[in-house]
């Protein structure tokens, strides 16, 4: 790497960090007036023994499980990227650079998520034994190939672009890969809706009129603007219930999940949606976007220092490199990024508990989406810290009864 690549990199790191300061300073969800106390809360007032058992008999295997894949994949990405294996495989791909590094991204993505793959087909199997799973083997295995396939469209995209960067101006390639890794965050998180989601689901517009019309009440009082409620087809793939918000501007929406609507009470349904809804008050999609892209101009600013010792011309050869150092930057960032999540989480919360005046009903609402799912109520701290991006169900409640 060109050592003036190196300082400008620096600079633009260093712009990039004032602005995810300020974003915080703006987006973090301050409490007014300080935090409140909130009551304690121990699982074993919320569930029974044999549900505590049969949370416990599920949870710890596919924590294990998780962790498990996570570590292989980190692991052969790291053999990949940082000892030379994969930039001589790289090296041996034939036609144009572009095409290569086509090749050896979607290579080096698919040798990741086949070394996990036994390890995936045992948490599927186990949430299909436990009852969380609804779509079958053949729907795992559609979802596992349009995984891999959207993977690949996210990363080479990018690659393509850095890697001309880092040809056409070996100076000031960090500069055109910053500003590029703002734009492009953007315009992923803003044509996900319209573009990636319907791969996995598809959706139709909430037909329960007298819910749309309690839908739109919520919005009012929170002070939203909601064109529609969208219903995602979940049902033929799981039976844990979720809601969402997705994109910003317009094509912001909120999306709850068939199964939410099926025998579910009225209460608790509201109380789902009211909690989309606020996030949609606050924008936290949005802001959520802006961290990311600042934390993607900050990488880029940054990677001159991490290729240092990178003595080829940037093509096929610095792929794995570059998607390890991404793999690697993405889990070392997690704990803050899950941060800003969580207490954007606890923000919606405590606003939809406001808007709904039912704290009761939303405290109902945690405990049937804990049922549903067998989440550890109480995660162990360092995993939270790490891996939450929710409070966890213990907290969620504390907050419901802080409200009453």
Same mark, same amino acid.
């Given at each position: 790497?060109?050592?003036?690549?190196?300082?400008?990199?620096?600079?633009?790191?260093?712009? =990039?960090?004032?602005?995810?300061?300020?974003?915080?300073?703006?987006?973090?969800?301050?409490?007014?007036?300080?935090?409140?106390?909130?009551? +304690?809360?121990?699982?074993?007032?919320?569930?029974?023994?044999?549900?505590?058992?049969?949370?416990?008999?599920?949870?710890?295997?596919?924590?294990?499980? @998780?962790?498990?894949?996570?570590? *292989?994949?980190?692991?052969?990405?790291?053999?990949?990227?940082?000892?030379?294996?994969?930039?001589?495989?790289?090296?041996?791909?034939?036609?144009?650079?572009?095409?290569?590094?086509?090749?050896?991204?979607?290579?080096?993505?698919?040798?990741?998520?086949?070394?996990? !793959?036994?390890?995936?087909?045992?948490?599927?199997?186990?949430?299909?034994?436990?009852?969380?799973?609804?779509?079958?083997?053949?729907?795992?295995?559609?979802?596992?190939?349009?995984?891999?396939?959207?993977?690949?469209?996210?990363?080479?995209?990018?690659?393509?672009? !850095?890697?001309?960067?880092?040809?056409? /101006?070996?100076? +000031?390639?960090?500069?055109? =890969?910053?500003?590029?890794?703002?734009?492009?965050?953007?315009?992923?998180?803003?044509?996900?809706? /319209? $573009?990636?989601?319907?791969?996995?689901?598809?959706?139709?517009?909430?037909?329960?009129?007298?819910?749309?019309?309690?839908?739109?009440?919520?919005?009012?009082?929170?002070?939203?603007?909601?064109?529609?409620?969208?219903?995602? #087809?979940?049902?033929?793939?799981?039976?844990?219930?979720?809601?969402?918000?997705?994109?910003?501007?317009?094509?912001?929406?909120?999306?709850?999940?068939?199964?939410?609507? #099926?025998?579910?009470?009225?209460?608790? %349904? !509201?109380?789902?949606?009211?909690?989309?809804?606020?996030? =949609?008050?606050?924008?936290?999609?949005?802001?959520?976007?802006?961290?990311?892209?600042?934390?993607?101009?900050?990488?880029?600013?940054?990677?001159?220092? *991490?290729?240092?010792?990178?003595?080829?011309?940037?093509?096929?050869?610095?792929?794995?490199? /570059?998607?390890? $150092?991404?793999?690697?930057?993405?889990? =070392? $960032? @997690?704990?803050?990024?899950?941060? %800003?999540?969580?207490?954007?989480?606890?923000?919606?919360?405590?606003?939809?508990?406001?808007?709904?005046?039912?704290?009761?009903?939303?405290?109902?609402?945690?405990?049937?989406?804990?049922?549903?799912? +067998?989440?550890?109520?109480?995660?162990?701290?360092? $995993?939270?810290?790490?891996?939450?991006?929710?409070?966890?169900?213990?907290?969620?409640?504390?907050?419901?009864?802080?409200?009453?």
């Amino acid at each position: 790497m060109d050592p003036a690549s190196r300082r400008t990199g620096l600079w633009v790191a260093g712009f =990039a960090l004032v602005v995810v300061g300020g974003v915080l300073l703006f987006a973090w969800p301050w409490p007014g007036g300080g935090s409140p106390k909130l009551p +304690r809360v121990i699982p074993e007032e919320l569930f029974t023994a044999a549900e505590l058992r049969l949370f416990r008999d599920f949870y710890l295997m596919q924590r294990v499980l @998780s962790l498990l894949s996570l570590a *292989l994949s980190l692991s052969l990405a790291a053999v990949l990227g940082f000892t030379g294996l994969g930039a001589r495989w790289a090296s041996r791909l034939r036609g144009p650079w572009w095409q290569q590094v086509v090749t050896a991204c979607f290579a080096f993505l698919a040798a990741t998520s086949l070394v996990v !793959l036994p390890i995936g087909w045992w948490l599927q199997l186990r949430a299909t034994r436990a009852g969380l799973s609804a779509g079958g083997w053949r729907q795992w295995w559609l979802d596992q190939s349009l995984g891999l396939l959207t993977s690949w469209l996210f990363a080479v995209l990018p690659l393509l672009l !850095l890697i001309l960067a880092m040809r056409k /101006l070996p100076r +000031r390639w960090p500069l055109a =890969a910053g500003g590029g890794a703002v734009v492009l965050v953007f315009l992923a998180s803003y044509f996900s809706p /319209l $573009l990636i989601e319907p791969i996995f689901n598809d959706f139709r517009p909430l037909r329960d009129q007298t819910l749309v019309a309690e839908v739109q009440d919520l919005a009012t009082s929170e002070q939203v603007a909601v064109s529609q409620v969208l219903v995602a #087809d979940a049902s033929r793939r799981t039976t844990t219930l979720n809601a969402y918000v997705s994109g910003f501007g317009n094509t912001r929406r909120v999306v709850v999940y068939d199964n939410l609507l #099926d025998g579910v009470p009225r209460r608790e %349904v !509201l109380a789902v949606v009211a909690h989309e809804l606020a996030h =949609a008050k606050h924008s936290d999609q949005f802001w959520g976007t802006a961290l990311l892209a600042g934390g993607a101009a900050i990488a880029m600013g940054l990677l001159p220092q *991490l290729l240092r010792g990178w003595r080829n011309e940037p093509d096929a050869r610095i792929v794995p490199r /570059l998607l390890a $150092l991404s793999m690697v930057a993405s889990l =070392a $960032l @997690s704990p803050i990024q899950n941060a %800003v999540s969580r207490a954007m989480e606890a923000r919606a919360d405590q606003d939809a508990i406001r808007a709904t005046s039912d704290p009761a009903g939303y405290e109902q609402m945690l405990l049937r989406l804990a049922r549903t799912s +067998r989440s550890d109520p109480a995660p162990p701290w360092l $995993l939270q810290v790490w891996f939450g991006t929710h409070p966890s169900i213990v907290e969620r409640i504390a907050i419901a009864r802080g409200a009453e």
